[in-house]
């Protein structure tokens, strides 16, 4: 992934002054030296200069962590800590922070080796709501120096994903296309996020394309889709023109990032794209966001910037899907049904027209698009990548700004099961527990569009972390609840 940040952790030890200094130094040497044991040691950095105590030190521990090139923080209760200094520490970094404290290591030393940090946390909560300080605090935030290393672990993903949003700039291409009003979000909570946009028209864009027309590097771009597609190569005079438009969008992005150091992007990419350009950009899309420049469809702003979210968080390519159809009853009776421990209600097919990159399909071909063939002529529709996706774990989740302006988002688990799907585009049969349910209380309920972002892997924990983190009410995040947890809108009599 070549577009999200690298990040590096400042770990800052605090000690309250009537605690001896030393439980804290001790302590952040054993945590240290648990965390390089198991994890990359490029993950974080020791501040040495002090252990904070006062309000100097908290400034020179600053001072020491951004000059080290941190863009993220721990602050370690090796004690009690004195709250106003360490939450000062979160106030005044530039990132995002994360509070864990030190267990009492034996009952053998619990008189000058008592360090209280689990009293010290509450103190520190309270101080940081006080402050109106978001900072991340795992579920169980105090632990020997292992359980610490392996709770500042699972921030790096989580802080990877909140450093991304404030450098990252969205550009857009064209309105939302007709009948598509679910995609069409208010942008200001981007601006509240921390995130810049850029909306151009799609003159804009063609103008550009064909400025590129002749481009020297369109053959080399065209033998390296050759190489990847191999025999799903099923179009190969349109090649060209997609190397062109690649081309097109990543000069685009270079020119116009500004100070921004990420680039999410979003096209209106039918009905007129096809005609004027003369081919469907689904593959380019898929390519680009393989790479980690996520690329959404049908100018959904806030689907390419989950989708940012969700290649920060997994270190992986990512995709957008309509939640598109139910599974039919018959495929269900023959390849689920006792196969699988899901009802019927638990799956349906997640499905777009080829956006979804090559290394998360099973087998692909690059043709034309059969939806927009049935309207348009057959040769303006190539350049779609379709196949069946890779079974195995996955993250169902969108962040979105809803038509009353509140920022709101969900988070499911569960898998893409190995059932060919006997269907087009780039598709998938998705299981998802209590999927039913799910669909009714939150996505319709909650006012979500049909494009759901698919991270691969279960990686819920970290993206629910990072949504409380940027400032979305737990109460408007939605999961799938199970059976026994009924949703707030559920009838108890139906």
């Given amino acids: 992934m070549n577009n999200i940040p690298k990040v590096k952790i400042g770990i800052v030890a605090v000690s309250r002054d009537c605690f001896p200094e030393s439980l804290s130094v001790n302590r952040r040497k054993a945590l240290v030296d648990a965390y390089k044991a198991k994890y990359d040691a490029e993950d974080i950095y020791e501040c040495p200069v002090c252990i904070v105590e006062s309000e100097i030190h908290m400034v020179q521990a600053l001072e020491d962590v951004k000059a080290a090139g941190c863009n993220a923080l721990v602050v370690y209760l090796g004690n009690f800590g004195p709250e106003i200094s360490e939450t000062l520490l979160a106030k005044h970094f530039d990132g995002p922070s994360m509070f864990v404290a030190a267990a009492e290591e034996s009952q053998n030393d619990l008189s000058d080796g008592r360090g209280d940090a689990y009293c010290g946390m509450l103190n520190a909560s309270y101080n940081l709501k006080l402050r109106n300080i978001h900072a991340y605090i795992p579920e169980y935030p105090v632990g020997t120096a292992e359980e610490c290393a392996d709770m500042i672990h699972d921030f790096v993903p989580i802080a990877r994903a909140v450093v991304g949003l404030k450098d990252l700039k969205i550009i857009s291409f064209g309105p939302r296309p007709l009948n598509f009003l679910a995609c069409n979000a208010p942008i200001k909570q981007l601006y509240n996020l921390g995130v810049e946009i850029e909306e151009n028209s799609e003159l804009d864009l063609f103008e550009a394309f064909n400025k590129h027309a002749g481009d020297p590097r369109i053959p080399d771009v065209v033998k390296d889709m050759e190489n990847e597609l191999g025999a799903g ?26 100070y921004r150091k990420y680039v999410a992007m979003t096209s209106k990419c039918w009905p007129a794209f096809q005609t004027q350009f003369g081919f469907v950009p689904c593959y380019v899309n898929s390519r680009l966001t393989g790479r980690g420049i996520t690329v959404s469809c049908e100018v959904d702003i806030y689907g390419t910037l989950s989708e940012f979210i969700g290649t920060c968080v997994s270190n992986d390519a990512v995709t957008l899907l309509d939640i598109n159809n139910s599974v039919p009853a018959d495929m269900y009776e023959e390849s689920i049904k006792g196969k699988f421990d899901y009802t019927h209600k638990d799956t349906f097919m997640g499905f777009h027209c080829g956006n979804t990159c090559t290394s998360k399909l099973v087998s692909y071909n690059m043709k034309y698009q059969k939806i927009m063939a049935r309207s348009l002529p057959v040769e303006v529709t190539n350049g779609t990548l379709e196949g069946d996706i890779v079974p195995g774990d996955i993250t169902f989740y969108r962040l979105q700004s809803t038509a009353d302006n509140i920022l709101r988002a969900y988070v499911a688990q569960g898998e893409v099961l190995p059932v060919a799907t006997k269907s087009f585009g780039g598709i998938g049969v998705f299981a998802i527990k209590d999927m039913g349910r799910f669909y009714r209380h939150v996505l319709i309920e909650g006012g979500f569009p049909h494009h759901g972002a698919v991270a691969f892997g279960h990686h819920g924990k970290a993206l629910y972390e990072v949504f409380k983190l940027i400032g979305v009410c737990p109460d408007e995040i939605g999961y799938n609840h199970p059976a026994s947890v009924p949703y707030r809108t559920e009838n108890p009599f139906a």
């Fill in 233 to 258: 190569n099923k179009k190969p005079e349109v090649l060209a023109k997609l190397a062109q438009y690649e081309l097109t969008l990543l000069d685009w992005a270079e020119a116009h990032k500004g």
